[in-house]
Nanobody
Framework: QVQLVESGGGLVQPGGSQRLSCAAS????????MAWYRQAPGKQRELVAV???????SYADSVKGRFTISRDYAKNTVYLQMNSLKAEDPAVYSC???????????WGQGTQVTVSS
């Protein structure tokens, strides 16, 4: 059973914007913290942004002020709005859901973000 489905990756010009979406099953979305990670070739996976079930957010220093994570409770979807994209932002971006109670984690399939002129 697929729990997380991502969409929205692709090619964007430097300085441009892109929004990623991650649709979750209602059971997960209601109670799990949701996050976006990214992994560029040859680099370790990096936590980009987190939003708790209550809506509290936190960001990696590298994206603060440029990226915004949000969640739509009506659509069971978490978004990552990425603005002012830079050459260091390209990566496979993956959606993650984690239960604070059990530690159970789910991952999306990942979506490629490419920044190029």
């Amino acid at each position: 059973q697929v729990q997380l489905v991502e969409s929205g990756g692709g090619l964007v010009q430097p300085g441009g914007s892109q929004r990623l979406s991650c649709a979750a099953s209602p059971r997960i979305f209601r109670t799990y913290a949701m996050a976006w990670y990214r992994q560029a070739p040859g680099k370790q996976r990096e936590l980009v942004a987190v939003i708790t079930s209550g809506g509290k957010t936190s960001y990696a220093d590298s994206v603060k002020g440029r990226f915004t994570i949000s969640r739509d409770y009506a659509k069971n979807t978490v978004y990552l709005q990425m603005n002012s994209l830079k050459a260091e932002d390209p990566a496979v971006y993956s959606c993650n859901a984690e239960s604070n109670l059990t530690g159970v984690r789910y991952w999306g399939q990942g979506t490629q973000v490419t920044v190029s002129s």
